[in-house]
């Protein structure tokens, strides 16, 4: 168990640049967790997989964002137009789910921190 | 959106006490999962509760869970300087969405 890794885990991108953020699960975890952190708050989700299937995106998300599973393995999140409000701690989860009773925990990477200029 | 409200939002306590978070959700949920957050890095697992307990232990922690009042505590025993971090509850569907609280910042005087 090599734990969930991100990269990169810094970016400094300006205003209008795409950005793209990688995530390794654990490898026999079957779904897969964005969340977006800010200073002084809780994680917020952002969308999740189970496989390579998307199951639910944020209706907070803007189309500027979009996620991928391909194959069920690693994940990519990609934010196009950047804008300073997307400024924050970028955070990915794994936990391995037998049934849909959903009572797994999740596995958190150390985050991706972007910071738009 | 943010699942509820944690209390307090800061707790500073010397080594050896207790300390108490609270946390209140808005939603059913299926479990609730307490993490903890040290600066700068991902969120750990602590424990979890299932909707049908009312509590559980693990080594130095206690929760409770009161689905009636939708809140849960989470009780560090005997704390240590280590404890220092955020600590976080999340409401966890059926279906495996977890939502977050605000969080509260636990620092531990040695």
């Known amino acids: 168990d090599t734990g969930v890794s991100q990269d990169p885990r810094h970016k400094i991108t300006k205003r209008g640049q795409n950005v793209t953020f990688r995530c390794d699960p654990i490898?026999?975890?079957?779904?897969l967790y964005w969340y977006r952190q800010t200073l002084g708050q809780g994680p917020e989700f952002l969308t999740y997989?189970?496989?390579?299937?998307?199951?639910?995106k944020s209706r907070l998300l803007s189309d500027r964002f979009s996620a991928e599973r391909p194959k069920g393995s690693f994940s990519t999140l990609e934010i196009q137009r950047t804008e300073q409000g997307d400024s924050a701690m970028y955070l990915c989860?794994?936990?391995?789910?037998?049934?849909?009773?959903?009572?797994?925990?999740?596995?958190f990477g150390n985050g991706t921190r972007l910071t738009v200029t | 959106s943010q699942q509820g409200e944690e209390d307090p939002q800061a707790l500073s306590i010397q080594e050896g006490e207790n300390a108490t978070m609270n946390c209140s959700y808005k939603?059913?949920?299926?479990?609730l999962q307490w993490y903890r957050q040290n600066s700068g890095r991902g969120l750990v697992h602590l424990i979890l509760?299932?909707?049908?307990?009312r509590e559980k232990h693990s080594g130095r922690l206690r929760v409770t869970l009161d689905t009636s009042k939708k809140s849960s505590s989470l009780l560090i025993t005997a704390s240590r300087a280590a404890d220092t971090a955020s600590y976080f509850c999340?409401?966890?569907?059926?279906?495996?969405?977890?939502?977050f609280g605000q969080g509260t910042i636990l620092t531990v005087h040695p």
């Open positions: 939603t059913s949920i299926n479990n």
């Open positions: 509760i299932r909707s049908n307990e």
């Open positions: 490898s026999e975890h079957n779904r």
């Open positions: 989860a794994s936990s391995l789910t037998y049934r849909t009773g959903g009572n797994s925990p999740l596995h």
């Open positions: 997989f189970q496989n390579e299937a998307q199951l639910e």
């Open positions: 999340a409401g966890g569907t059926s279906y495996g969405k977890l939502t």
